[in-house]
Every structure is written in C-alpha cells, then in structure tokens.
Nanobody
Framework: QVQLVESGGGLVQPGGSLRLSCAAS?????MGWYRQAPGKERELVAM???????RYADSVKGRFTISRDKAQTTVSLQMNSLKPEDTAVYYC?????????WGQGTQVTVSS
C-alpha cells in the first residue's frame, strides 16, 4: 500500500518561508504538490511531471522551488516570500500510470 506522508506546515508571517516535505513509501517519477484553500478547488502548485519537466503555478513562480532526492521517494517544496493568499492545505500527490495517490495534507497559514 502506497503511503505519502507530508510534514513542514505551520503558521508564518507574510514574507516568511516554510519548507514542506513529502516522503513516499516507493519511488515515483511524477510527484508534486497541490493546495486547496477554503471554498476553492484544489490546484496544482508544483510538480515533477516526468523526465526533466517541472511545472509551477503562475502564482508561485519565482517564490516556490520544488526539489526531490535521487531515489525519487521524497519531494520538498521551499516556499519563500509567502503571501496570505498562499494559505491552504497543501497535499502531496504521486502518479503511477492510471493511479493517483494523495497524502493527508498539511496546513499552511500565512498571517500576521
């Protein structure tokens, strides 16, 4: 059974930084982060989309950086210059063929 375990969320002031990590029970080539704010749909934040293809949401480009280990079992999201609109539950997602796997989510709150 595949498990994705997120860590690193919390409360941070505007302009601050947080780093999220997601540890998977197996390796994935396609793996990344989504987020869902209250009353909004879940949206892509950043993703290793296969090969050397990395996708970022326009709203986080230049502020967030996704990275992963060589074993492709852990993916991290460095979030800098955080804004109140980044407040959401952040979910790790991994894809293997037709199957999508999700973590339990970690809350990120940006507030003064």
């Amino acid at each position: 059974q595949v498990q994705l375990v997120e860590s690193g969320g919390g409360l941070v002031q505007p302009g601050g930084s947080l780093r999220l990590s997601c540890a998977a029970s197996r390796s994935f080539n396609v793996m990344g982060w989504y987020r869902q704010a209250p009353g909004k749909e879940r949206e892509l934040v950043a993703m290793f989309a296969g090969g050397n293809n990395i996708r970022y949401a326009d709203s986080v480009k230049g502020r967030f950086t996704i990275s992963r280990d060589k074993a492709q079992t852990t993916v991290s999201l460095q979030m800098n210059s955080l804004k109140p609109e980044d407040t959401a539950v952040y979910y790790c997602k991994a894809i293997s063929g037709p199957l999508n796997y999700w973590g339990q989510g970690t809350q990120v709150t940006v507030s003064s």
